[in-house]
């Protein structure tokens, strides 16, 4: 089933990627509960996480742990929060963002007035964490 994330990876509707590969991208959440929420997604479109194949899920897993990473380093946080809800899209997604507490894990905090050139700057900093 088609959803808006098969637009964003297909380019129809525009994302603030920061990994790509043959199986899984990570874009950024449009409204981010903190800067670098970002989305682990898998190109398949599955619905949730208890319907995918074991395999891919784990490699969705482990991208996630690297974003995660890659998260902590960008933003100096003292963790990566994880979450995974379903209820927003009907496309498998992790957020992984940066964390300094449980108020973080809060869906209430999510930004929708962040502004094309904060998303890209977000973006740039996770896609220069995962390069070093």
């Known amino acids: 089933m088609a959803s808006v994330f098969s637009a964003v990876i297909a380019g129809d509707l525009p994302g603030y990627f920061v990994w790509q590969d043959e199986d899984v ?8 509960i903190s800067t670098g929420h970002t989305l682990v997604v898998p ?11 074991p395999e891919l899920f784990g490699k969705v897993m482990r991208v996630a742990q690297t974003i995660g990473k890659a998260v902590v380093r960008a933003f100096d946080a003292p963790r990566a929060g994880q979450l995974i809800a379903g209820f927003e899209v009907p496309h498998l ?4 963002f940066p964390a300094w507490g449980l108020g973080d ?6 930004d929708r007035s ?5 998303f890209e700057a977000a973006a740039e900093r996770i896609r220069s964490a995962l390069a070093s």
Do not use: I, K
């Not at 997604?93 to 992984?96: G, I, L, R, T, Y």
């Not at 894990?105 to 999510?110: G, L, Q, R, V």
């Open 114 to 118: 962040v502004t094309p050139d904060q």
């Open 105 to 110: 894990f809060s869906f209430e905090n999510a």
């Open 43 to 53: 190109r398949a479109e599955v619905d949730n996480w208890q319907n995918v194949d």
């Open 93 to 96: 997604h992790v957020h992984v």
């Open 25 to 32: 991208v990570a874009f950024l959440s449009n409204a981010p």
